[in-house]
């Protein structure tokens, strides 16, 4: 029942809302055109994340070696010219505090996602390739979602490279890496995926998903917004019920505020939360 009545409320609700919610491993409980495509914003991190530890793991990456913090990239269309990263755009100073200097790679990464710095994003990229970040997702088992370029390769995206996400996919991704800390899997060692949890556990950025649950709730999750697009997705740890992954993408007219986007995931994380004893096994 609370989903039927979660599904009428998202019913009214402006522009695309999607969304998935289910236990690990199991059926999702309640989903919500999880297949439909939205801009990634930056839950496109999570698997940069996931390609840099496989890396790492292969000896192809060590992530304490320092590389060098520059805000020059090669677009991802060939012949294009190099693009680079905006400061106004980013949520993270102490990146840019670093130009012209170097920074651990595996500082960088915790960046990307807790901060959700794009020059730390752009630069991981470049570390290890976007073929890397679309194994990721296919190991994951994503079905529709892609990382094509890195962000603000603007060239890129006029040519229709693009970077895309789905709720399912979303969940996938999420869910596999809370899987593969107890058990092997696809993505990387049992150590490797806790290690990756901790680092979304430690995101900064909680208006949304976590804004919904109980103070003190663990919960390993990334969010993404730019004008007209909220995404929240993660893993959520109850103390007294099974962890459950949660997605939420919601693509809107770049009119509307983001508050009311936040507003909604955090309205949907809360119900969810309520109906944590019954999720589907």
Partial sequence: MIFDELDADLDRAAGIVSGYVGRLGARPTWSRRADATHYAASTMKVAVLVALHRAAEAGRLDLDAPVPVRNSFDSALPGATRFANDRNEDNDEAVWDAVGGTAPLRWLAERMIVRSSNLATNLCIGQVGLPAVAQAWTLAGARHSVTGRGIEDFAARDAGIDNLVTAADLAALLGGLA???????PLASPAGCAAMLDVLVAQEHREDLAAGLPDGTRIAHKNGWVRGVRHGA?????????????????TTDPADGDDDACRLIADVSARVWAARHGLAD
């Fill in 179 to 185: 899987l593969g800390a107890t058990r092997p899997g």
């Fill in 234 to 250: 993660g893993v959520v740890f109850p103390a007294d019920a099974p962890p459950y992954a949660i997605v939420v993408c919601t």
